[in-house]
């Protein structure tokens, strides 16, 4: 007798116990709360970079700097935009019964979003240092903060990911 029977209710087929079309809600939920804390942030740094070009301090950057800046801009316009991808991608398609895929296509752009978003972290970070300091020591500096995000962002959940899961316990594409 397989767990779906055993428990009295068909399409139960994962050890939560749950439908496909729980499952995908449960995901969905989950994937809306990581959502809110990196729109938050994506969302303040970028309403910050906005306002820098109407200083008077940006008028005097030099070509160097303002490119860097303008990088950054479209780089957290870009990350912006995947971050509240998954919320436009769910309404247009809600209701169609097909919310499985829409929780794997939401965290596809939500990964997106986080390498966007460090990206955009990485390109202020070393416009400002840059700006700030003007010493030869900011790529090695803005590098090591690099090498921190990629550890805590991707290493250390991937590691996580292939010494405590078997490879077919994901089934999130």
């Known amino acids: 007798m397989d767990r779906g029977s ?3 209710e068909a399409g139960r087929s994962d050890s939560r116990e749950e439908t496909e079309d729980e499952r995908a809600d449960r995901r969905w939920q ?11 942030g994506v ?16 008028q005097k950057l030099g070509q160097t700097d303002k490119t860097i800046y303008i990088v950054t801009v479209v780089l957290g316009a870009l990350a912006t935009g ?9 309404r247009i398609v809600s209701g169609r019964r097909i919310k499985p895929l829409v929780v794997a296509w939401a965290s596809r752009l939500t990964f ?3 390498v966007l978003l460090l990206a955009t972290l990485i390109s202020a970070l070393f416009l400002i240092l840059r ?5 030869g ?17 991707f ?4 590691w996580a990911r292939f010494r405590y899961t078997s490879a077919d316990s994901s089934d999130i594409p």
């Open 112 to 114: 997106l979003g986080l």
């Open 43 to 58: 969302q303040i740094l970028f309403g910050f970079l906005l306002t820098v070009v109407f200083t008077p301090a940006f």
């Open 6 to 8: 055993a428990s009295g």
């Open 82 to 90: 995947a971050l509240i991808g998954p919320v436009a991608f769910h």
């Open 131 to 135: 700006t700030a300091t003007h010493d």
């Open 137 to 153: 020591f900011v790529p090695y500096l803005v590098a090591g903060v690099f090498a921190w995000y990629l550890a805590c962002w």
């Open 30 to 40: 989950e994937l809306v709360q990581e959502i809110r804390v990196t729109q938050t």
């Open 155 to 158: 290493v250390l959940p991937l």
